[in-house]
């Protein structure tokens, strides 16, 4: 079965930094891109970024790019987001998400299993 | 900016159908698009309903079903049920890697 773990949301000031992590279990990690999605509260979906399951292609939303880093680390089965130089409306719950294939030619890095998301609130 | 749309809300009565749709500001959706559907419902994550236009992920009933309707993706629940009732989104691939939702239709089952 397939387990999406997202962890280091909370409460950050405008400018700060925080990072994301998701953990991953029940499928080859190295094997599939791994997406962000974000959803800002009572609103719609987002994307904010994909990478490539060997970790070397990343792809970003224009309105990250920039501040965001999307990063992997195979041998621990585990998805990361460095979000920097955060701004009020960074404020949203950010889900991992397991993509279709190993890349993301085609959109097969949009989202097929989900996690349950961590909240991010970027506040003074 | 290509913007995707939905409409924003949409009804159905127990039993009936209904097609929800996913379009563009600007140009026709096609295949290449590989238009993806998720459902969500209130303190939820997002669930798989279709992708590449019209294949139904695991576990997703016949009644849920993906086309490209005219210009624009679509999806089709017949025979809805009241647990249908949720938020549904589309996701488009738009090259490079780069994905756009829309805004999403919130399904009402009345």
């Known amino acids: 079965e397939v387990q999406l773990l997202e962890s280091g949301g909370g409460l950050v000031q405008p400018g700060g930094s925080l990072r994301l992590s998701c953990a991953a279990s029940g499928f080859t990690f190295s094997n599939y891109a791994m997406t962000w999605v974000r959803q800002t509260p009572g609103k719609g979906l987002e994307w904010v970024s994909s990478i490539s399951g060997s970790g070397a292609t990343p792809y970003y939303a224009d309105s990250v790019k920039g501040r965001f880093t999307i990063s992997r680390d195979n041998s621990k089965n585990t998805l990361y987001l460095q979000m920097n130089s955060l701004r009020t409306d960074d404020t949203a719950v950010y889900y991992c998400?397991?993509?279709?294939?190993?890349?993301?030619?085609?959109?097969?890095?949009?989202?097929?299993?989900w996690g349950q998301g961590t909240l991010v609130t970027v506040s003074s | 900016q290509t913007v995707v749309t939905q409409e924003s809300s949409f009804s159905v009565s127990p039993g009936g159908t209904v097609t929800l749709t996913c379009g563009l500001s600007?140009?026709?959706?096609?295949?290449?698009?590989?238009p993806s559907w998720y459902q969500q419902t209130p303190g939820q994550a997002p669930r798989t309903l279709i992708y590449?236009?019209?294949t139904r992920s695991s576990g997703v009933p016949d009644r849920f079903s993906g086309s490209i309707l005219g210009n624009k993706a679509a999806l089709t629940i017949t025979g809805a049920q009241a647990d249908d009732e949720s938020d549904y989104y589309c996701?488009?691939?738009?090259?490079?890697?780069?994905?756009?939702f829309g805004g999403g239709t919130k399904l009402t089952v009345l």
């Open positions: 600007s140009g026709s959706v096609s295949t290449s698009y590989s």
């Open positions: 590449s236009t019209n």
């Open positions: 996701v488009l691939y738009m090259g490079s890697g780069i994905l756009v």
């Open positions: 998400a397991k993509a279709f294939a190993l890349g993301c030619s085609g959109g097969t890095c949009r989202p097929d299993y």
